[in-house]
């Protein structure tokens, strides 16, 4: 069965964040995110691959920023 289309709300309830973030980090961090017309879509293991990467770190270059 194919993988479901999620939404900013439910995204970002999938990463416990507020959807605000979502819509930073997909034009500041490149998040994987496909817009469909007016919308957001996202498959969850896209995103949940792009965070181990570390893709979603500070420094948003797949490094955690220094101190």
């Known amino acids: ?33 496909h817009k469909l017309g007016r919308l957001w879509k996202f498959l969850a293991s896209e995103v949940d691959q792009w965070v181990k990467d570390g893709s979603a770190s500070e420094s948003g270059r797949g490094k955690t920023a220094e101190p």
């Open 1 to 33: 069965m194919a993988e479901r289309w999620l939404s900013v709300d439910e995204i970002a309830a999938h990463l416990g964040v507020n959807p605000d973030t979502i819509y930073k980090w997909i034009t500041r961090k490149s998040m994987p995110a």
